[in-house]
């Protein structure tokens, strides 16, 4: 399998609808399947299509659920999930090809969450910084969780000119760097990413 496809990043409340499309131009592509892949678990397969057929068809529980649908005809195969709840945060791949020649065409980072899980945020972008080969630069990332007291995430991507963001990083849960003012709710968490460069 080639990874062609880009990574999309999308985010729905509960109860929400998100629509994941999946579009190819090569005639070739006979099949089509959606994979779910939840962090530290293997992709569990959704979907299959095929290209003759008149629809696709869901595999396993999320075919006797009905928030999930597929919208599938020639060239694409675009999954639909309704009433959207946290259960479906993940990673979803769209794949498709012929005899043994698959490519990823599609990938979506879905999160959902809640209105009382969303943190305010804001960037305090720092000036560009000019570094050379092998020097070793840190990244912060300040979160104010407010009055939210409980278990928050943080990832760190990358993405340049060369390649599609990619997760490199991620931290779940408090650390020493937590600080909670006095005489109110509110907590300031501060992360750091150290970057290295190895030639």
């Not at 089509?32 to 959704?46: A, E, I, V």
């Not at 479906?88 to 879905?110: I, K, L, N, P, R």
């Not at 009382?116 to 945020?121: A, D, G, K, N």
């Not at 408090?174 to 968490?189: F, M, V």
Request: some cysteine.
């Amino acid at each position: 399998m080639a990874p062609s496809a880009s990574l999309h990043l999308k985010s729905v409340l509960v109860g929400q609808e998100v629509t994941l499309k999946c579009l190819s131009d090569n005639s070739l592509t006979v099949v089509f399947k959606w994979y779910k892949q939840t962090s530290g678990q293997k992709p569990q397969l959704m979907s299959n299509f095929i290209r003759h057929e008149s629809e696709g068809t869901l595999e396993d529980n999320f075919r006797n659920d009905a928030r999930f649908q597929l919208e599938s005809g020639a060239g694409k195969n675009h999954l639909k999930i309704s009433n959207a709840q946290t259960s479906d945060s993940a990673t979803y791949f769209c794949v498709g090809g012929y005899s043994y020649v698959y490519e990823f065409f599609e990938a979506y980072s879905v999160h959902v969450g809640d209105s009382s899980s969303y943190i305010q945020t804001s960037v305090d972008q720092s000036s560009s910084e000019n570094i050379h080969a092998g020097d070793s630069v840190t990244l912060n990332c300040t979160v104010h969780t407010g009055s939210c007291d409980g278990e928050h995430r943080v990832y760190w991507f990358k993405d340049s000119e060369d390649s599609h963001p990619g997760l490199i990083y991620t931290h779940g849960g408090r650390n020493d760097q937590c600080e909670r003012k006095k005489n109110t709710q509110t907590h300031s968490c501060v992360y750091n990413c150290l970057s290295m460069s190895f030639i």
